[in-house]
């Protein structure tokens, strides 16, 4: 664990011929860029496409490419996929694709890696309010908290009983009696930090409100930021290093 983020470092290594593949397709990636804990790549889609000219039909092989960067310093540990839908349908198709591939190699170091898709925590908080006639049950699933940034918002609720016990997956479930329901507000800091850790590990919360018989699940809001012109800003000038050029970026994720 101590050396996980220098393990999933050694699969770009230059002289490596490690390859992405996901569902017996391999996908080609040229690395942009590798330092201070930042890598960034472009990952190509290989496609076959019709198009006509001098009414023949042809195929044309065509390999559209979108931008990964992974975020890998201590601290952080967190994957960005550009949005590209001539390349990829979704990037969470792409978050499977990388899934697979660095399973796989860190089964090696006797490691295993879980890619999630990080959600807005106001999402739990818009849920709560959009049924006012209340919520009986909360479920948080929470995955062991490696990360720092995620650890902060829930080591006073559980401590140290995952990692002491080897839980890969802890589940916390606050539930009403049949007649009533759950008294939850923003006030509570032990809810707003399970919502804040669930949102920034990709981690469903499960809720059930009055009157409605389904079960109610965050993760459909996203996080995001937009970069203008990313290939330029890894390029060397005298003002600014490209590795400050991209963290100041980074910084930016809401």
């Known amino acids: 664990m101590e050396k996980k983020q220098e393990f999933l470092d ?24 590798n ?8 990952l190509a889609n290989q496609k076959n496409t019709s198009f006509e000219e001098d009414f023949q039909k042809k195929q044309l092989i065509i ?7 992974i975020d890998n310093r201590n601290d952080i540990q967190r994957i ?3 949005h590209r839908s001539t390349s990829f349908s979704e990037p969470n198709f792409v978050a499977k694709i990388i899934q697979s591939t660095f399973s796989k190699y860190l ?19 818009n849920i709560i309010k959009m049924y006012p006639q209340g919520v009986t049950m909360v479920r948080f699933q929470l995955k062991y908290p490696n990360l720092p940034r995620v650890w902060a918002s829930v080591q006073e609720i559980i401590k140290d009983t995952s990692k002491d016990t080897n839980s890969h997956e802890t589940l916390l479930q606050y ?18 930090g399970l919502a804040k850790a669930s949102a920034d590990s990709g981690s469903v919360i499960t809720l059930k409100a009055i009157g409605i018989k389904a079960y109610i699940k965050t993760g459909n809001t996203e996080k ?15 003002m600014e290093s490209p590795l400050d050029k991209i963290i100041a970026e980074l910084n930016k994720t809401r």
């Open 80 to 82: 960005y996929i550009e």
């Open 175 to 192: 539930k009403s009696d049949d007649e009533g329901c759950l008294e939850i507000n923003e006030d509570n800091e032990q809810i707003n």
């Open 224 to 238: 995001g930021i937009e970069i203008d012109d990313l290939e330029m800003k890894i390029t060397h000038d005298l």
């Open 35 to 42: 330092e201070g804990g930042v890598i960034i790549f472009k």
């Open 107 to 125: 089964n090696g170091f006797g490691l295993n890696i879980e890619v999630n898709k990080e959600y807005q925590e106001s999402e739990f908080w």
């Open 10 to 33: 050694s699969f770009f290594n230059k002289d490596s011929d490690n390859k992405f593949k996901f569902r017996n397709k391999h996908f080609k990636h040229k690395l942009l860029f």
């Open 63 to 69: 390999s559209p490419s979108c931008f990964v960067i």
